[in-house]
């Protein structure tokens, strides 16, 4: 809330219901779903939130597919990545010490600095392909 403050944003109820809302998440929401469990606050006032918090990288956007997107906070000591179900929609968080140091592998081999990186693996959840089969 301090950087909002500090970069001139007005202070109120409805932003700081969803910054702690998203701080409380351990995996990214959907702006729908923040309306959703923000009934107080209008939908206007998530999405100008939203924007000014990925403005100021404090948020990041997780493209779930279509028009949809996630939002979660972005914390340097909690990184993980995303499986997206392409039935349902669920989005699930994952972490791999193996993916990260491949990925430092490949920007050291590219000559490459990888100052930032997100992974969405997309495919089928245990449930949906359970009633595939």
Do not use: K, N, W
Not at 8 to 32: F, H, K
Not at 54 to 76: N, T
Not at 84 to 99: A, I, K, N, R
Request: aromatic share 4%; with cysteine.
């Amino acid at each position: 809330m301090s950087r909002l403050d500090e970069e001139g944003y007005r202070s109120g109820a409805a932003r700081r219901q969803v910054v702690e809302l998203l701080d409380g998440e351990r995996c990214a929401l959907t702006a729908l779903e923040l309306d959703r469990r923000l009934a107080a606050v209008g939908r206007a006032s998530v999405y100008r939130t939203l924007e000014q918090l990925e403005r100021l990288h404090l948020v990041q956007r997780v493209d779930i597919g279509g028009d949809a997107a996630g939002y979660e906070r972005l914390d340097a000591d909690e990184h993980h990545h995303h499986f997206v179900c392409e039935d349902c929609g669920t989005l699930s968080p994952f972490s791999s010490e193996e993916l990260e140091r491949a990925i430092e592998a490949i920007g050291r081999s590219a000559e490459f600095t990888v100052a930032a990186h997100d992974v969405v693996l997309r495919g089928s959840c245990a449930a949906c392909s359970e009633r595939r089969a």
